[in-house]
């Protein structure tokens, strides 16, 4: 596609229920990134794929998190038993990574607004 | 302590003016330096894009790195109401597929 795509864009669940958010990158870019914007924070690192697998996934909160990327494309982030404090954007990055030339930075999707109540 | 500070202000401007923003970082390792600028409701979107020490300059943008400073700039000029946004500043240790790390970003308002 033109961008990256996250669904939903908002999503509301109740305390200790399980919550999947879709991205689906730029079509050819290999490199995939999640992150987590609280209100009035900064972008918090979660996870980074290249390819199907994860070299870092060193800022997953916790074990209720995890994520997986499949045939090189859409990802999903998984919460599971959803606490308050994950309320938060989740917002997903793609980028390609040609060796020898600059990395110009991520394309961003708008994100998931995920609100645990 | 943060490894990259950024004021949140907000920030209120009058349209026209010179819009100064900046980051402070601890980990001078940092060499790649990027500014993000995140509408409302929407993802952040690559606004500048620079290398070590030094300025780069893009129409009414310029981004400035002092690497012994550790202390990053960007300046918006002839600023417009359609700047209004948060500017997140972002950093990584090297080039490529990597996290990056950013500021907690500065609201800007500017007022017609």
């Known amino acids: 596609g033109a961008g990256v795509s996250q669904s939903p864009s908002n999503k509301v669940t109740e305390k200790g229920k399980d919550v999947e958010l879709r991205c689906d990158p730029i079509s050819g870019h290999t490199a995939l990134y999640w992150y987590r914007q609280s209100l009035g924070q900064g972008l918090e690192f979660l996870i980074y794929?290249?390819?199907?697998?994860?070299?870092?996934k060193s800022g997953l909160p916790s074990d209720r998190f995890s994520a997986e990327r499949t045939g090189g494309s859409v990802s999903t982030l998984t919460i599971q038993r959803t606490q308050q404090e994950d309320s938060a954007v989740y917002l997903c990055a793609s980028s390609i990574v040609i060796p020898g030339l600059t990395n110009y930075g991520y394309t961003f999707g708008s994100g998931t607004r995920l609100t645990v109540v | 302590q943060k490894e990259v500070e950024q004021d949140p202000g907000p920030l209120s401007v009058p349209e026209g003016a010179i819009v100064s923003l900046n980051c402070t970082y601890s980990?001078?390792?940092?060499?790649?330096f990027m500014w993000y600028r995140q509408y409302s409701r929407k993802g952040p979107e690559l606004l500048m894009y620079?290398?070590?020490?030094g300025n780069k300059e893009d129409g009414r943008f310029t981004a400035q790195v002092d690497k012994s400073s550790k202390y990053i700039s960007l300046f918006i000029r002839d600023s417009q109401p359609s700047d209004s946004a948060t500017y997140l500043c972002?950093?990584?240790?090297?080039?490529?597929?990597?996290?990056?790390?950013f500021g907690q970003g500065t609201r800007l308002t500017i007022n017609p």
């Open positions: 794929f290249q390819g199907n697998s994860a070299p870092d």
């Open positions: 620079t290398y070590s020490s």
């Open positions: 972002a950093m990584s240790r090297i080039q490529g597929a990597q996290k990056l790390v």
């Open positions: 980990n001078s390792a940092f060499q790649y």
